[in-house]
């Protein structure tokens, strides 16, 4: 298995582009099953997420080619599984992106069930609630959810915790549904929102995506699409944190500033200059951090999927802090790696209470999931010492070529393969 290895120390300077962003690119994909014509995808991060979903995809019969460095071309045509096999959602729960659209569209799936991840169980049961609301038979028949319908219904949906996939699956599986769909305390992340725009591009009638209440009215069919997918916005908070804990100055060229406000107040608040800044935003900092206190909550709060990489900034400033993770059950995995090197963090429930030390020392350490895997990279860049970043293929999983564009700011990180 690779390993990054990071000598730490230099501050980071210089300009970052950020790549498309995961999380919109994943459900845009499923969607290409709602249409039988081609969805082309521009900005398209090149990550294992994306070839796993590809790969799904193509079991089911999706045509999938690479119309230009970073655009690819979707059709499912020639769909002929319905489908998704326990070895590939297990490797990526988000594959349960495709229930929605392939009942919407053929009216039947047979997906395997997620199973839970290192961040927590992970349910998936209010996607499947909102399905058979909608008229979906569904079954759990050895670990897999089977769904049939002959054609989903649209009703009103209040979902009882915010959900960004849930959100998306029903908003899809509403597209084609017979009537209109209200879903109620429905995510506001800016993915959501970049998919309904990408749906109303393919004729569907939806209203106020990225609110919490939208609206969906049915139409009997879909055609296809060209789409930009959105920028990376926990990529471009991961690079601000990046700066700050160096004590460096880069200039995150191509992300949209109000899609990680929550993180940029923060770093204000911990004494970093941020400013927007020739179509990015610039981070510099010139001392060690104040402490702040952070909880994590759905958009527009400070994303959950930051929360550790605020936390190694939090564990070198100058006082204590309190991190609060409120949407996942277990996702301190970071923490036992970062104590290793120094930090002083004490959990009791959800709440880390973060004492900063004046720097980290480098140690070979372990990643977990893949934005604890983020935070041992920016822990490594700020420690004193060398730090070895084991099975990195979670860090994989969701940043583009990460120790390149570290190195490109004057990080000395390098990957070891094998
Ligand atoms: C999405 O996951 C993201 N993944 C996650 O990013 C992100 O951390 C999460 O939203 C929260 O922002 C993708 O978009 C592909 P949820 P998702 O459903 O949709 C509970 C990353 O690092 N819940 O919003 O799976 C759930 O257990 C990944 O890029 C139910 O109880 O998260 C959690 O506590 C990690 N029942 C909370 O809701 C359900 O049916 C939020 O989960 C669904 C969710």
């Known amino acids: 298995m690779d390993r990054l290895v990071i000598r730490g120390g230099k501050p980071l300077v210089g300009s970052v582009k950020v790549s498309g962003a995961k999380n919109a690119a994943l459900p845009a994909m499923a969607a290409v099953l709602l249409t039988s014509e081609e969805l082309t995808l521009e900005n398209v991060p090149s990550l294992q997420d994306v070839a796993t979903i590809e790969r799904l995809l193509g079991f089911m019969g999706v045509e999938s080619r690479v119309a230009a460095p970073g655009t690819i071309g979707l059709t499912s045509r020639a769909v002929r599984r319905f489908e998704v096999p326990y070895d590939l959602v297990r490797t990526m729960r988000a594959s349960v992106l495709v229930l929605g659209p392939l009942l919407a569209r053929f009216g039947k799936a047979r997906v395997s069930l997620p199973g839970g991840c290192a961040i927590g169980p992970r349910p998936i049961n209010l996607h499947l609630v909102g399905l058979q609301a909608m008229g979906a038979e569904i079954d759990l028949v050895e670990g897999y959810v089977v769904a049939k319908a002959s054609r989903l219904s649209g009703t009103r949906l209040l979902f009882d915790t915010i959900t960004v996939t849930g959100t998306e699956n029903l908003m899809m599986a509403a597209t084609l549904a017979k009537g209109t769909t209200v879903l109620e305390n429905a995510a506001c992340e800016p993915e959501v929102e970049d998919l309904a725009r990408l749906l109303q591009k393919m004729g569907a009638r939806i209203e106020g995506a990225g609110t ?22 926990i990529e471009a908070g991961t690079f601000a944190v990046a700066a700050a804990i160096t004590q460096g100055d880069v200039l995150i060229q191509g992300c949209v500033p109000q899609h990680f406000d929550a993180v940029m107040t923060k770093l204000r608040d911990a004494g970093a200059g941020v400013a927007e800044e020739a179509g990015g935003v610039r981070v ?20 959950t999927d930051m929360q550790a990489q605020i936390m190694v900034l939090m564990a070198i400033a100058e006082g204590k802090s309190v991190i609060t993770e409120t949407v996942f059950e277990n996702r301190f995995m970071h923490i036992p790696e970062l104590l290793r090197m120094g930090a002083d963090i004490a959990v009791t429930g959800r709440s880390a209470l973060v004492r900063g030390v004046p720097f980290l020392r480098g140690a070979p350490v372990m990643a977990t999931d893949l934005r604890a895997s983020a935070s041992l990279v920016l822990a490594g860049l700020q420690a004193r010492g060398e730090t070895v970043v084991h099975r990195i293929y979670h860090l994989d999983r969701g940043y583009e070529t990460l120790e390149a564009k570290l190195r490109s700011l004057g990080g000395d990180i390098y990957r070891v393969e094998g």
């Open 284 to 303: 510099r900092m010139a001392a060690r951090p104040r402490p702040v206190d952070i909880a994590t909550e759905p958009f527009p709060g400070f994303a």
């Open 212 to 233: 919490s209440t939208i609206t969906i009215e049915g139409v009997e069919d879909l055609t296809g699409a060209p789409h930009r997918i959105i920028p990376d916005r």
